[in-house]
């Protein structure tokens, strides 16, 4: 009788490369905060709103090198599920994985994410007082025109040398 020898046969590995984080540094050129109310005739009947609070910020890049000059557009959208209601028993995004989405592709340059609603009426206040100039989106390293961004910050000033 034949010996059955036992063999591996899950394959190749793959190879995994590890995380590299970037860190872009945007220049505030102009700005808009936008606000809109509506009824919900959903499914819960015309007795619920909706409301939306977005930042919309036109700047342009200055670090990385890669993408210094050019221009960017950003939305910060504003979310009332990122932070605790005490009221309510489940508050929490399951798993969430990052703060937003950077997309580089081509020309194109845009980043979308979510910020807690009540922080956007002080962004903007500091905005529009020349307080904050710069933000910056720090994430993972882009991968096909798209970068996970994992945090979100606002300041004042820049100074190259600190990066």
């Given at each position: 009788?034949?010996?059955?020898?036992?063999?591996?046969?899950?394959?190749?590995?793959?190879?995994?490369?590890?995380?590299?984080?970037?860190?872009?540094?945007?220049?505030?050129?102009?700005?808009?905060?936008?606000?809109?109310?509506?009824?919900?005739?959903?499914?819960?009947?015309?007795?619920?709103?909706?409301?939306?609070?977005?930042?919309?910020?036109?700047?342009?890049?200055?670090?990385?090198?890669?993408?210094?000059?050019?221009?960017?557009?950003?939305?910060?959208?504003?979310?009332?599920?990122?932070l605790p209601d005490k009221n309510r028993k489940s508050y929490r995004i399951s798993n969430p994985i990052c703060v937003g989405e950077l997309?580089?592709?081509?020309?194109?340059?845009?980043?979308?994410?979510?910020?807690?609603?009540?922080?956007?009426?002080?962004?903007?206040?500091?905005?529009?007082?020349?307080?904050?100039?710069?933000?910056?989106?720090?994430?993972?390293?882009?991968?096909?025109?798209?970068?996970?961004?994992?945090?979100?910050?606002?300041?004042?000033?820049?100074?190259?040398?600190?990066?």
């Amino acid at each position: 009788m034949a010996e059955v020898k036992n063999r591996n046969r899950s394959g190749p590995m793959r190879r995994k490369y590890g995380e590299t984080f970037w860190t872009f540094i945007v220049e505030v050129m102009d700005w808009e905060l936008s606000y809109s109310i509506r009824l919900d005739e959903g499914k819960y009947g015309s007795a619920w709103f909706s409301d939306s609070l977005h930042l919309e910020i036109k700047g342009v890049i200055r670090l990385p090198d890669k993408y210094a000059e050019k221009e960017i557009d950003a939305c910060f959208v504003g979310s009332r599920d990122m932070l605790p209601d005490k009221n309510r028993k489940s508050y929490r995004i399951s798993n969430p994985i990052c703060v937003g989405e950077l997309r580089l592709q081509g020309e194109k340059r845009q980043f979308l994410g979510g910020i807690p609603i009540e922080s956007l009426p002080t962004i903007a206040s500091m905005l529009e007082t020349k307080r904050i100039k710069y933000f910056d989106l720090h994430g993972l390293s882009p991968r096909w025109g798209h970068a996970k961004i994992k945090s979100v910050g606002f300041f004042r000033d820049y100074n190259p040398d600190d990066y």
